[in-house]
């Protein structure tokens, strides 16, 4: 919760310089750039890679404000097989200097291995609501969290 809470700090302070940070070009840069960085979260996540991981999470991530990166990713890598992971349609992305937000719909469809420990059912085959929050640290992007909520689940 005190990670949400400061994320939104974040934005109400840095909001109010928004517009003198970035230039139309740099917007435009910044936004291939999160866009490539989420398709390639999406890889690693179907095809594991830790290493590229650790480059694209912040060391505080978090997924929801609750689950922490070492958690996230331990599960992610380890306990889980992923078929699809995809973005459907266009990330809406919005700068507040040297943070962004990205707002998507994601379809993720995967199962868990054998023994790892989860409730509920042992598939996962829906459409979630995504909205990440980048920063940029020493000239790189990188997500601090990802809040998410399914919104469709599929057969």
């Given amino acids: 919760m005190k990670k949400i809470l400061l994320a939104t700090g974040l934005f109400v302070?840095?909001?109010?310089?928004?517009?003198?940070?970035?230039?139309?070009?740099?917007?435009?840069?910044?936004r291939m750039e999160i866009q490539q960085l989420t398709n390639d979260w999406n890889e690693v996540i179907i095809h594991p890679d830790s290493v590229k991981l650790d480059?694209?999470?912040a060391p505080e991530y978090s997924l929801n404000g609750f689950v922490n990166r070492r958690i996230w990713m331990a599960n992610?890598?380890?306990?889980?097989?992923?078929?699809?992971?995809?973005i459907l349609g266009a990330l809406n992305i919005t700068f507040y200097g040297?943070?962004?937000?990205?707002?998507?719909v994601l379809y993720w469809k995967a199962a868990y291995a054998p023994g790892a420990i989860h409730s509920g059912p042992s598939t996962i085959n829906a459409e979630f609501l995504v909205t990440d929050i980048w920063i940029k640290r020493d000239g790189h992007w990188q997500v601090l969290i990802r809040m998410s909520?399914?919104?469709?689940?599929?057969?």
């Fill in 98 to 104: 040297q943070a962004a937000k990205s707002e998507g």
């Fill in 149 to 155: 909520l399914p919104s469709k689940m599929r057969q």
């Fill in 55 to 57: 480059k694209i999470l």
């Fill in 76 to 86: 992610t890598l380890h306990h889980l097989t992923t078929d699809s992971l995809e």
């Fill in 13 to 30: 302070g840095a909001h109010i310089n928004v517009t003198a940070q970035f230039s139309q070009g740099a917007k435009d840069s910044a």
